[in-house]
């Protein structure tokens, strides 16, 4: 069963991501669309909150909004990259056997719906199942 404890959310913030280049800094209401991203994971009680990002802007704006923000190498070139290289900084003693990696966009998602997902994955009858190796 997943517990909060031992659950980590990344959620990772490229200012030169390809879909929105720039979403990160977008004000809403404001407040960076990051940070009200990140507010809203934390209020949905998934884990522990850790913003990854490899701009500096990002990192000094989300620090001035109160929130802890782990740099990742410029070169990571995936979402799981970068939360896998903050990660394996972050969680030495293995403490997180759970991941959940949000790109910026998507952490957007009210908190009522992200709580509904890991109602999902918490149930006995979910499994995670390897892919098949490519033939």
């Known amino acids: ?15 030169s991501g390809a879909t929105l280049p720039g979403l990160p800094m977008v004000d809403v209401a404001g407040q960076p669309f990051l940070a009200r991203a990140a507010a809203t994971v934390e209020r949905a009680g998934l884990g522990t909150v850790i913003v990854a990002t490899p701009d500096h802007q990002v990192a000094e704006v989300m620090r001035k909004n109160g929130r802890d923000v782990l740099m990742s190498p410029l070169r990571e070139s995936s979402i799981c990259s970068m939360a896998a290289s903050v990660l394996a900084r972050l969680d030495k003693e293995s403490k997180f056997s759970h991941v959940v990696v ?17 109602a999902g994955v918490t149930h006995a009858h979910v499994v995670a199942r390897p892919r098949a190796a490519p033939s």
């Open 1 to 15: 069963m997943i517990e909060f404890e031992n659950t980590a959310v990344v959620i990772t913030a490229n200012l």
């Open 102 to 118: 949000f790109p910026c966009p998507l952490a957007t998602i009210d908190a009522l719906s992200l709580r509904r997902c890991r």
